[in-house]
């Protein structure tokens, strides 16, 4: 289980295909591997195709935005964690933990996140909706029905219809329930 929780940054490619392949490597050795992101991962120019070989090889991906902690947990045991401990330290820094408890309640704080976190799609999370879809999803979030979100926003009932089959397609999920779920961690939530 890894949290990757900065804004992505240009890496040397060598380095970013040499952990792809690690996590690949892992994967088809049986173990099971889940990476949480950063919203704004689909939108680097490294991100979407690294984490799409990852998921291609069985590795599950999500994305979240807002503040998340970075960690790497292997096998419920070792929990790799950012230094918060010594001031001026390298930025790079961190601590492996094994205590039980410790590793316990990283798990289980990764869980947490896991289930608020939106499914990863190589969709650029910020521009995969336009200012239409962006207005009914407001409105829906505010919890009217289509009906009057189409009322309230002097669309047609079908327009509505449209927009949420078209942002499904795009999302790669069936369900308007899925649609919400992604809208409620999306930085698209932010543009007008």
């Given amino acids: 289980m890894t949290a990757q929780p900065g804004e992505p940054a240009d890496r040397d490619p060598q380095i ?8 690949i490597d ?7 591997a889940r990476g949480l ?7 680097h120019p490294q991100m979407p195709s690294s984490i799409d070989a990852m998921v291609d090889a069985g590795s599950a991906a999500r994305t979240m935005s807002g503040s998340l902690p970075r960690m790497m947990i292997f096998d419920s045991r070792h929990l790799f964690i950012g230094n918060h401990v010594l001031a001026g330290a390298e930025a790079n820094s961190g601590w492996h933990l094994t205590d039980r408890g410790s590793v316990a309640w990283a798990v289980h704080v990764f869980g947490a996140l896991w289930n608020r976190a939106a499914r990863g799609s190589s969709v650029p999370v910020g521009g995969a909706t ?7 999803l407001v409105e829906l979030e505010a919890c009217y029905t289509t009906q009057q979100a189409a009322r309230r926003l002097g669309f047609g009932e079908r327009t509505i219809t449209k ?30």
């Avoid at 970013?16 to 996590?23: C, E, K, N, S, Y």
């Avoid at 336009?130 to 009914?136: A, F, M, Y």
């Avoid at 069936?174 to 698209?188: I, K, L």
């Fill in 16 to 23: 970013v295909a040499l952990g792809v392949q690690r996590t």
């Fill in 26 to 32: 892992v994967l088809q050795a049986g173990t099971e």
């Fill in 37 to 43: 992101y950063n919203s704004l991962a689909w939108t």
């Fill in 130 to 136: 336009t200012g239409r879809q962006r207005q009914i």
């Fill in 163 to 192: 927009e949420l089959s078209a942002l499904r397609t795009a999302l790669g999920v069936r369900t308007p329930y899925q649609v919400m779920a992604w809208w409620a961690t999306s930085p698209g939530r932010d543009l007008p």
